[in-house]
């Protein structure tokens, strides 16, 4: 099949192996999980624990800043939690639209509003700098403080931190030095982060490329799915070898077998099965 070719060529993230008998005809196919092919050495699974004991008072006080935060953001009258926001544009999409523009220009008739995660953050008296992070890549904010309000300003200084999820709306500008940016006129705090960013070993915020695995492999489960439909095949969720009635059946199913992990092998992987009365 077409799709599980291009699956093993492409990622080398899984094995294939098939048998046929005269009847019935099964088919096994095994996928290492994403979690798994990024597991790091014991070495490093032994440090991460000596320190995580070290971390616990710190996240404790970082949290309870934030809560602070939170408290303080809700006496001013804003609410740290909003409901909703309008995006026009998605960071890839405004990286692909403008970025024709020379250095240190100006759109000014450009209307934008993104939403996104800050996963950097600087600050240069009347000017913050932060990057915002969402599903399609980043772009850099903009914040200086003549294009808002004061109120605005103090709160972008004080009340803003990695990991927050906020919404921006303005114009497009692209700064001396290259970088595309969104020109901030307008923000509104959408999720108050009350914990710094984890670990970049062992989440996908703060380790895109396990995200674009996971995406990869999203893809690559929707392009089986099809294949097997084309075929005749129906999608069960019980035992393969205990439907009747049904010629062609399979099922999908994620694995975790407790064990070592070596290098021919993991514990935790997706395979698919099938049968062919």
Known sequence: MEALRVWRASSN?????????????????????????????????????????????????????????????????????????????????????????????????????????????????????????????????????????????????????????LGASGSIKKTEKGELSVYVKQFEILTKSLLPLPDKYVDMIANPEVADVFRTRAKVVSEILKTMESLGFIEVETPVLQVGGIEKVYEIGRIFRNEGISTRHNPEFTTIEGVYH
């Open 13 to 165: 993230l899984f094995g294939f192996t098939a048998s046929r008998a005269a009847r019935p005809l099964r088919f096994h196919t095994r996928c290492c999980s994403a979690a798994a092919a990024t597991a790091k050495s014991p070495q490093d699974r032994r440090r991460r624990s000596a320190s995580s004991s070290a971390t616990t008072s710190d996240r404790d006080s970082i949290r309870a800043i934030r809560l602070k935060k939170v408290e303080e953001l809700r006496g001013k009258g804003y609410e740290p939690y909003a409901y909703k926001w309008d995006r026009t544009h998605t960071t890839k999409e405004l990286q692909e639209e403008y970025n024709h523009l020379d250095n240190g220009e100006v759109c000014e008739e450009a209307a934008v509003s993104i939403a996104g995660r800050i996963v950097a953050r600087r600050a240069f008296g009347k000017l913050v700098f932060m990057t915002i992070r969402d599903a399609t890549g980043t772009i850099q904010l903009y914040c200086e403080k003549g294009s808002l309000s004061e109120d605005q300003f103090e709160q972008l200084k004080g009340f803003i931190d990695i990991g927050d999820i």
